[in-house]
């Protein structure tokens, strides 16, 4: 039974798996738009969005927060220069997830993350 489970496997040990996680909200802060599954897309959105809100707040301790999850220093000053300046307006909802078929391969389902505006 998997009472009180909460979030996806995704068939990787939680390190592999927060190692995955740390790279797409890493890349999707850098590009502002990545494809990826549907199931890996819906668990990085929160973290994502999390990462938006702590640099909106702009203080050293948001900054070292953020610099402990995401690799790239260069990506951590866009987010707190740029990204959130644009979204300093916004009380939320800064990721849209738009569906674009199934994969070839495997016939998972393909998404694209996007930051919005």
Do not use: C
Request: proline content about 2%; aromatic content about 6%.
């Amino acid at each position: 039974m998997r009472h009180k489970v909460a979030g996806r496997g995704l068939g990787r040990s939680m390190g592999h798996r927060k190692a995955l996680f740390r790279n797409l909200v890493t890349d999707l802060l850098d590009y502002e738009k990545i494809r990826t599954t549907e199931a890996k897309a819906k668990e990085v959105q929160g973290i994502a969005e999390k990462m938006i809100t702590l640099s909106k707040n702009g203080g050293l301790n948001a900054r070292r927060r953020v610099l402990s999850y995401i690799y790239d220093e260069k990506v951590v000053g866009k987010l707190f220069d740029d990204l959130a300046t644009r979204f300093a307006e916004r009380p939320g909802g800064y990721t849209r997830i738009t569906k674009l078929g199934p994969r070839l391969g495997d016939g998972a389902i393909v998404v694209q993350l996007e930051l919005v505006e």
